[in-house]
């Protein structure tokens, strides 16, 4: 797996487009902090500017590089979640205008999975993961349903041995609404 993990790292630190496992479904995903990437994601996916993507992290320590304000709740509640939750966060920062909501909002996950896991902590960076799929298609639950025109656009396939999810569907989705309350925006 560590060979795998660091060409993945070389790859997306050239700016490199990718599938990869996640901890739901298959994601698109480059590194988060390279804007030409990320544009290059919106172009693949044929997905509108104005909807943002999601960012992956390894560890809820890093979190405060990309949020500003962190939720007081979000200190004891993150550590705790066993489930592939995403969490929207108010002021992001330190991340290119086009992951960033119109609003100002970012939707992170910490992930457990231990390939992306890994993956991340190696590159030292954010990455973007969105769904398999072009805009407005069905999110793929397997690698199987991914559709060719999607795989032929990566410029990396990681193989299909190191998807260990358990869980193959998007993941609950929740927003704080202040320092000591959420909604559940996706379950």
């Not at 496992?21 to 590194?31: A, L, S």
């Not at 397997?142 to 569907?169: L, N, R």
Request: glycine share 4%; proline share 7%.
């Amino acid at each position: 797996m560590e060979q795998e993990i660091e060409k993945c790292v070389e790859l997306l630190q050239a700016g490199k487009v990718i599938l990869y496992p996640t901890d739901t479904v298959w994601g698109i995903g480059c590194d988060a902090t390279n804007e030409e990437a990320v544009q290059r994601i919106y172009q693949i996916k044929q997905r509108p500017e104005k909807k943002s993507m999601i960012i992956l992290l390894d560890s809820f320590e890093r979190l405060p590089y990309y949020v500003e304000h962190i939720p007081l709740i979000a200190w004891d509640l993150v550590p705790q979640i066993s489930r592939p939750t995403t969490i929207i966060y108010e002021t992001a920062r330190n991340l290119p205008e086009r992951l960033i909501h119109s609003d100002g909002t970012i939707a992170i996950r910490v992930v457990q999975q231990d390939f992306c896991r890994r993956l991340i902590k190696m590159l030292g960076h954010p990455i973007v993961s969105t769904s398999a799929n072009l805009a407005g298609q069905p999110t793929p639950q397997v690698f199987e349903q991914i559709a060719p025109e999607v795989i032929q656009q990566m410029d990396y396939v990681v193989p299909v041995q190191y998807a260990t999810s358990v869980d193959y569907k998007p993941s609950r989705l929740i927003k704080f609404v202040d320092d000591y309350n959420f909604t559940i925006i996706r379950d």
